[in-house]
């Protein structure tokens, strides 16, 4: 009898602790350039794609990366936002770039040869974001290879 008088209650509040709310998984996000503009004076608008894989809904604030374009020099990608994602979707951020000579002349390469002229890249980094159940935002890094085509009939685009 006194087994069951310790039993039932303790039986009674793990369940109550099972009740709570799940966790929900979190993992890194994909970050990719979604496209690339020209803009006057020789800077590159890059519209970078953020891609949240988590089971939550995640804030993103910041994005600091390295962009490599053929085999040139990388140089930074660094931009300041607010964007609440939620979980396995998708939002672009737009950041402007100084690229360094050679990436200029790999771009125009590329674009000499229309829309067969692809040009691979690299983008590798860190993105903030907080995720719904979290307390604070944490850094999360991120590494990926891809292609750019010029986009027919878009002049100074590219895809």
């Known amino acids: ?25 979190v993992f890194p996000p994909t970050v990719s350039i979604q496209q690339l503009e020209l803009q006057p004076g020789g800077a590159w608008r890059l519209t970078v794609r953020i891609q ?3 089971y939550a809904g995640m804030d993103f ?13 990388p140089v930074r990608v660094h931009g300041n936002f607010e964007r609440d994602i939620p979980a396995f ?20 390469a590329s674009a000499a040869k229309g829309s067969a002229g692809a040009l691979p890249y690299t983008l590798s980094g860190s993105v903030r974001a907080k995720p719904e159940q979290e307390k604070a935002p944490r850094d999360f890094d991120f590494s990926g290879k891809d292609w750019l085509s010029p986009v027919p009939g878009i002049a100074n685009t590219w895809r």
Not at 66 to 72: E, G, P, V, Y
């Open 89 to 108: 979707a998708g939002d672009s951020v737009q950041i402007d770039v100084l690229p360094t000579p050679a990436m200029g002349k790999a771009l125009a």
């Open 61 to 73: 604030s910041a994005l600091d990366a390295q962009l490599a374009m053929a085999d040139s020099v």
């Open 1 to 25: 009898m006194r087994f069951l008088r310790w039993i039932v209650p303790l039986s009674l509040a793990l369940a109550l602790i099972a009740c709570g709310p799940p966790r929900k998984s």
């Open 52 to 54: 949240n894989n988590s």
